[in-house]
């Protein structure tokens, strides 16, 4: 049976909508004998009570945490809303207040999302992209990709968007970035479950990576793809193929 050692999708209070803190959750994949988690929290305008400056001060300060705590390596990204059809980031078009030490004003993508050690992109709120087509809908996920610190694209099976499976996955071999299988989306119904499945066979067929993360809103949930091993067990989806799973394959793909 495939067994993954890192969890590199998870939540923490500073969600707003998850219930434990980062040392919890640390605790947890101590227990589940992880060797790697990832805390990354939203980064978007629906999970915080203002787009101000302020309200992002979380994602500012990962040299306060250790590198290794209670005995797993944590990293500290974020999990980025795309925002428009054409791939962009939630941050992008908003700048921090206070020019950095050459007198320029960052973005928040350039000042907050570049510093962190990796990012998620995902689609959550898709009014943006109501009456889209495929070929569009494709091409946002593709653009997604080209950001230079988006190494996981989040997902996709249950984003609801209608786009070019093949396509997307070839783009992300291209670029060696990795495509999520998401814990969380077992419960979403028999018709995301197929869409799973037709991405993790993709991504079979073309050698490109995939992610395997429980996306945890609570300690309980750390480490735990029951769901997923299974199915990638059924499908004799190629280990090798699995970015993540051990901290040295997935420190490798995202270039620590």
Same mark, same amino acid.
């Given at each position: 049976m495939i067994k993954i050692k890192t969890d590199t999708h998870t939540h923490t209070l500073a969600s707003g909508h998850a219930y434990s803190t980062i040392e919890e959750n640390l605790k947890a994949a101590k227990e589940q004998g992880l060797e790697l988690v990832g805390i990354t929290d939203h980064f978007s305008s629906f999970f915080v009570p203002s787009t101000d400056f302020a309200c992002f001060g979380f994602f500012i300060n990962k040299k306060a945490l250790p590198e290794v705590w209670?005995?797993?390596?944590? !990293? /500290? @990204?974020?999990?980025?809303? $795309?925002?428009?059809?054409?791939?962009? !980031? /939630? @941050?992008?078009?908003?700048? $921090?207040?206070?020019?950095?030490k050459n007198g320029v004003k960052l973005t928040y993508e350039e000042g907050i999302l570049n510093r962190l050690d990796y990012l998620i992109a995902s689609v959550h709120f898709k009014d943006f992209a109501v009456g889209s087509?495929?070929?569009?809908?494709?091409?946002?996920?593709?653009?997604?990709?080209?950001h230079e610190n988006v190494k996981i694209l989040g997902h996709i099976g249950r984003s609801g968007l209608e786009f070019d499976i093949d396509e997307v996955v070839k783009a992300a071999k291209s670029l060696n970035k990795m495509i999520e299988i998401n814990e969380a989306s077992f419960g979403h119904g028999e018709a995301v479950q197929e869409r799973c499945l037709k991405i993790a066979l993709a991504c079979a067929k073309y050698g490109t990576k995939i992610a395997v993360n429980s996306d945890a809103h609570s300690s309980f949930e750390i480490g735990k793809f029951p769901n997923t091993e299974n199915f990638l067990d059924e499908i004799d989806f190629p280990v090798e193929l699995i970015g993540n799973r051990d901290a040295e394959t997935f420190l490798s793909m995202i270039g620590i």
């Open positions: 209670h005995g797993v390596r944590l !990293l /500290f @990204g974020a999990e980025v809303d $795309i925002v428009d059809l054409k791939g962009n !980031l /939630f @941050g992008h078009d908003l700048y $921090i207040p206070y020019p950095n087509t495929v070929v569009e809908n494709t091409e946002l996920y593709i653009k997604a990709l080209e």
